[in-house]
């Protein structure tokens, strides 16, 4: 009986571990391209490092607007829906991480969702979100949707942020 529940564990673990960091093709660029759910880690590939890496080293959040976002984001829930093939992603995603960073924000209170040219995941992950533009950075408190920053900010991400968080 033990040994059956740890191979219903060890299952369990492999078919969970195998819903995060898809790779697919894009079928337009010929070049890999996450989809579905996804960790950050996923970043790492060398299909997405070089430029992740790059303009996350790049940002430069403005300290005075992350001072007053501190506070905020204790009941604060993310979701992001991106593509790895789109070039305002490319670019927002990995400053919005290096926000999150510097804020020391919780990954585990981030969903961060890669989808294909038509919006779609692997199945229906972004369907209910009403994506039209990536990257969407969707705004959650005690899981009611509070704000969205769709595809680049007004102003800037730390600033629309916050005035997403003080409503």
Known sequence: MKQLFILLLLTHSVVKAQQYNNLTIDTVKNKKMLI???TREAFQDT???VWFDEQYNYYQPDYDVLNKLEAKLDDISITIVMGTWCSDSREQIPSFYK?????NYSSEKITLICVDRKKKGISDEADN??????PTII???NS???GR???TPAES???DMLEILNK
């Open 36 to 38: 579905g759910y996804c």
């Open 139 to 141: 705004f959650y408190r």
């Open 149 to 151: 920053i769709i595809e």
């Open 129 to 134: 979100f009403n994506i039209e533009l990536v």
């Open 157 to 159: 991400l730390e600033k």
């Open 47 to 49: 299909a997405f490092k």
């Open 99 to 103: 926000i999150l960073d510097e804020l």
């Open 144 to 146: 009611d949707e509070i």
